[in-house]
């Protein structure tokens, strides 16, 4: 079975914070994603990766960034955390061939 | 853009009964579409994915439908358990390229037995 961990369940950050949320995939996919996820609001694409040391903006990119320095890991960056990024993070993953995405169990990341 | 519409906040039914969610989109025609179980506090899971040239496609109890003339999409669960109690979200290519995904902001089900 495709796992997707991330590195904290919940997580609480002060305003102007660094905060760094990573995600692992143990099948050796090229393509991961980071999404948010607020109510009514649905699942937004926040950066996306189809390889090593590759990335592309998402839908909202504005106060993240990312990093993939190796396949089976890809780090989203608050810059300087503030209120409005409280929300769940998701990341997922898929593999060649299929479009199916495994999503990782969230970080609900909470900024005061 | 493509912009996706799940009718339903959230439906409540009977246990027992077929349950119906409802996934609408605008612009062109996605390649595939895919639906997705979430639970509270939890990632969503991969249910099924139907392609452009597929009318139907079933697993189990669950139904999938694609109507491109309609641009829509039903999602059926028959023979309702309150287990199957979630938030269910459909998903489809952006762009021609297929490259990445959007989501609907997803239907609750509630299942009442």
């Known amino acids: 079975d495709v796992k997707v961990t991330q590195s904290s369940r919940y997580l609480v950050k002060r305003t102007g914070e660094k905060v760094f949320l990573e995600c692992v995939q143990d099948?050796?996919?090229?393509?991961m994603f980071w999404y948010r996820q607020d109510p009514g609001l649905g699942l937004r694409l926040i950066y996306f990766?189809?390889?090593?040391?590759?990335?592309e903006k998402g839908d909202i990119p504005e106060g993240y960034s990312v990093s993939r320095e190796k396949k089976e890991r890809f780090s989203l960056i608050l810059e300087s955390a503030s209120t409005n990024q409280t929300s769940m993070y998701l990341c997922?993953?898929?593999?060649?061939?299929?479009?199916?995405?495994?999503f990782g169990p969230g970080t609900r990341l909470t900024v005061t | 853009s493509q912009k996706i519409e799940q009718n339903s906040e959230a439906l409540n039914i009977q246990e027992g009964k077929t349950a119906t969610l409802t996934c609408n989109y605008t612009?062109?025609?996605?390649?595939?579409l895919q639906w997705y179980r979430q639970d509270p506090g939890r990632g969503p899971v991969f249910l099924l994915l139907?392609?452009?040239?597929?009318k139907e496609k079933r697993k189990e109890r669950l139904k999938v439908t694609f109507d491109t003339t309609l641009k829509q999409s039903l999602f059926h669960i028959t023979a309702s358990q309150p287990a199957d109690s979630a938030t269910y979200l459909c998903?489809?290519?952006?762009?021609?390229?297929?490259?990445?995904?959007?989501f609907g902001s997803g239907t609750r089900l509630s299942i009442r037995p």
């Open positions: 139907i392609r452009e040239n597929e």
């Open positions: 612009n062109y025609s996605p390649a595939y």
């Open positions: 998903a489809l290519d952006e762009d021609s390229s297929a490259s990445k995904i959007i």
């Open positions: 990766s189809y390889d090593v040391k590759m990335k």
């Open positions: 997922a993953s898929y593999g060649p061939g299929t479009y199916e995405q495994y």
């Open positions: 099948m050796d996919h090229e393509n």
